[in-house]
């Protein structure tokens, strides 16, 4: 059994359907003043592409020659700094923007370059490495708090598991999956016009089921802690440490407390809209709810029931239609971050596998290109508006700022306040570096 591939998702829909959980109100926490605060620790949003986005067509635009494309771009609230016409929400919060345009990798398959992009090692060698999130949840997170350090909300489906894990880390700091759960219609805004619905995100199994009240549910608790103690100390393998350790995540966050968080129903209607009402809007969503908790990691996923951004085809009516999702759920979570205070100890990371061929193919699309490509960092502890690094007129080659992955990780653990040559253990008791890339001090603030 490999325990570093141990679903936390599955094994709370067995656990929490045998165990159930209590409810009660969440004691509210006023963000605003917490979120000044120089003991606050920092946190990491992550925004994951799935299916590799087109730099030419964001973020890097190439006006004027043939691998243009067809959209146009538009100003920023930063004289100099353009982007995509299709991110005005974005183009008004450039100041707190910096675009790396100087992004060069060598994987250029998707499971490859997403264990890539997350760990910042190649896949296939002898050790599972852990994924930034789980690295740094480590780092920063708790282990007296009822919600997990590391959220992942509408991770791809397509994805190997291990770029998003805990690798060696352990089952402590594996994600706790948020998915879709089908659609929430919202009232009409004049009485009687059919509306879209509105997605519904949260975890499954995190209430009492019917007839178990809160007595009997600490009454399961207790003989499940016993005979799991007694177990464990006749069986000490990895794989029963694994299990007991998922059961206990599981029931942390069916605390009323952690469940509360989830709970989307707790948010005004034209708040819930503002992000958008799809998956990733809602995700937005979700993440602001976590951080303004305490959670130091939370990655949300745009195009995770596929590779959305995998434009082989059709690429300028696809990229039109995720870049205003992407653009509505990202410039209203900056602004309601950084209306609670929380901006500034929250870093956001913007990135997907790879970038897109800038020549345009016989199937109006764009194909994997990994030479040269853009992320974007936001936020916290970064000096926005900015572009670093430079490609040429054809978006076909780095000319200036050439960064690699490690390279980007990192800064992204500078930018939240950690040292990326922390050293973790693998089983071998080998020291293992969050990062060995050279952090990008332009862009650090």
Avoid at 5 to 21: K, P, V
Avoid at 67 to 87: A, C, I, M, Q, Y
Avoid at 381 to 405: L, R
Wanted: charged share 20%.
């Amino acid at each position: 059994m490999n325990v570093s591939h141990f679903s936390r998702r599955n094994f709370l829909q067995t656990s929490a359907a045998l165990m159930g959980a209590a409810s009660c109100s969440w004691l509210p926490r006023l963000a605003t003043a917490a979120g000044p605060n120089p003991e606050r620790k920092r946190s990491c949003i992550l925004l994951w592409m799935s299916g590799g986005p087109t730099q030419t067509d964001t973020f890097d635009m190439k006006p004027g020659h043939a691998n243009g494309g067809e959209f146009s771009e538009t100003e920023t609230n930063v004289p100099g700094l353009k982007f995509s016409e299709h991110f005005s929400g974005l183009a008004q919060q450039a100041d707190k923007l910096a675009v790396l345009r100087g992004m060069s990798t060598s994987e250029g398959d998707h499971l490859r370059g997403t264990y890539l992009m997350h760990t910042g090692q190649r896949p296939g060698g002898p050790l599972n490495y852990p994924s930034i999130g789980a690295s740094l949840a480590k780092t920063l997170g708790r282990r007296d708090t009822t919600l997990p350090n590391y959220v992942a909300v509408n991770p791809s489906n397509f994805l190997n598991g291990a770029a998003t894990g805990p690798g060696f880390l352990g089952p402590r700091y594996a994600a706790a999956t948020v998915g879709a759960r089908g659609g929430q219609p919202m009232p009409p805004a004049d009485g009687d016009a059919a509306v879209q619905p509105l997605a519904d995100l949260g975890v499954d199994f995190l209430s009492l089921p019917a007839g178990i009240d809160q007595s009997r549910h600490d009454a399961r608790l207790a003989l499940w802690k016993q005979q799991q103690d007694q177990f464990l100390s006749g069986h000490p393998s990895g794989a029963a440490e694994a299990q007991a350790t998922i059961f206990q995540s599981a029931v942390k966050m069916m605390h009323p407390e952690a469940a509360s968080a989830f709970d989307l129903s707790q948010e005004k209607t034209n708040v819930r809209e503002s992000y958008g009402k799809g998956t990733f809007g809602q995700g937005c969503l979700i993440a602001r709810r976590l951080v303004e908790r305490g959670v130091p990691f939370v990655e949300v996923t745009l195009g995770g029931n596929g590779l959305g951004w995998d434009t082989h085809q059709n690429n300028f009516n696809t990229v039109k239609r995720l870049s205003e999702e992407l653009d509505q759920g990202w410039s209203t979570l900056m602004t309601e971050l950084a209306e609670r205070g929380l901006l500034e100890t929250t870093t956001i990371c913007w990135m997907g596998e790879f970038g897109r061929t800038p020549n345009i193919n016989n199937n109006a699309g764009r194909d994997h290109f990994p030479d040269a490509w853009s992320c974007v960092l936001a936020g916290g502890g970064i000096a926005g508006g900015q572009a670093y690094g430079k490609t040429n007129e054809a978006g076909t080659e780095v000319t200036e700022g050439k960064t690699e992955v490690q390279d980007l990780l990192a800064t992204l653990c500078r930018a939240v306040g950690v040292d990326p040559e922390t050293e973790h253990y693998s089983p071998q008791n080998r020291p293992i570096k969050i990062s060995e890339g050279t952090s990008i001090d332009q862009v650090l603030s």
